[in-house]
């Protein structure tokens, strides 16, 4: 097989995997500079991040974490294994994530072939799940994506969920009278769907009652047609944990947020995040775990909810660079 950087259309089966990855608030800040045809840059688009929401660059790192892991898989099923070297270049370039380079590998295990299948039906799921129970093997299935990229999911039993959602509901509260805040997210939640941002359809219902706690995209105003619904107390939650709490664990964390959402797809799983309590954090999120295993890096939401449809991107070109 050709090596995936050296034509056009190689080029962009990798990057249109890539940035097919969930991003905070669909900012998708995240660009890709392909070094001749030796490497590919991961680079943090730092016009597009959220300086009041994502002060500390957290989620925007978990962010091109998830287009990371895409882009790996992507090369996998080219025949050939990403080789990435991390912040090559910390100092010189602040934006410089990971280089990717592609080298000689047998064909892909089943598992990976199936994860990369699952990228384009992928989607955040803002509905009421079912009562339906998420499998014990799903679920372990799941924790243990998460492990092979160095983090842990801890799936809590119903104590440690209200726990959680109590601090979801707190911390929506205090998001909603930040003046500041509910600005910004305004911003990436547009009245029409374009190349980025959160459209309105994707938003889902508001909770009716007492229930989880869901973002409320329509802080900055009602949205028209938007209906209440009822979604369960006692949802399955899944908290991701990595064992520090820098650049490099986001990016790790960003990694196994991926694999997890593409692994609990493959099972028809699907998933939503509740990363209220992560907004606006100045500091390390450790007084958040429900235990001291590590720093909270994403609260995910499992559960059998009903078809939705994907959201926009922005075109390849926008996002590729050539040196
Ligand atoms: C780090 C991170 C944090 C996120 N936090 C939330 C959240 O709190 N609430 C939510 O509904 N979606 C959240 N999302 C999902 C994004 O809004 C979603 O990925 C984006 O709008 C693109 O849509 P898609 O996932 O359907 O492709 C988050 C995604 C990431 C990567």
Redesign the pocket.
């Known amino acids: 097989m050709p090596h995936p950087f050296a034509t056009h259309a190689g080029v962009r089966r990798l990057v249109t995997a890539a940035i ?7 900012t998708q800040p995240w660009r890709f500079r392909l070094n001749g045809a030796a490497a590919m840059e991961l680079h943090a688009d730092l016009d597009r991040r959220l300086t009041v929401i994502d002060p500390r660059g ?2 925007l790192h ?2 091109c974490g ?1 287009a990371l892991l895409n882009l790996r898989l992507a090369i996998r099923m080219t025949g050939h294994r990403p080789q990435i070297e991390f912040f090559p270049e910390a100092l010189g370039r602040a934006t410089l994530l990971a280089s990717v380079r592609a080298v000689d590998a047998p064909m892909p295990s089943l598992e990976q072939a199936e994860l990369y299948a699952a990228i384009p039906h ?3 799921n ?1 509905h009421p799940f079912s009562k339906r129970l998420v499998p014990q093997p799903v679920r372990r299935e799941l924790m243990s994506a998460v492990r092979t990229e160095g983090a842990a999911l801890a799936l809590p039993g119903p104590q440690t969920t209200a726990y959680l959602l109590s601090l979801v509901a707190a911390a929506d509260e205090r998001l909603a009278s930040a003046d500041e805040y509910v600005a910004e997210l305004a911003r990436w939640t547009p009245d029409r769907a374009c190349g980025d941002g ?1 459209p309105r359809y ?1 938003f ?1 219902p508001r909770p009716s009652g007492r229930g989880v706690p ?2 409320d ?1 329509g802080l900055a105003g009602p949205v028209p047609g938007r209906k209440a619904e009822h979604f369960t107390a006692r949802p399955q939650l899944g908290v991701l944990l990595t064992k520090g709490d820098g650049p490099a664990d986001w990016l790790r964390a ?1 990694q196994a ?1 991926q694999r997890v959402l593409l692994t609990a797809e493959r099972h028809g799983v699907s998933a ?5 309590p992560l ?1 606006m954090r100045v500091g390390a999120s450790t007084a958040t775990a429900p235990a001291s295993h590590g720093h909270i890096q ?1 609260i995910i939401r499992f559960g059998y909810g009903p078809p ?1 449809p ?2 926009p991107r922005r075109p390849f070109p926008e996002v590729l660079t050539r040196i």
Request: proline share 3%.
């Open positions: 097919a990855a969930p991003s905070v608030h669909n957290q989620a978990i962010s998830a992928r989607r955040t803002r959160v994707a889902g869901m973002r995209f960003g947020l939503s995040l509740l990363s209220q907004d994403a939705v994907g959201t």
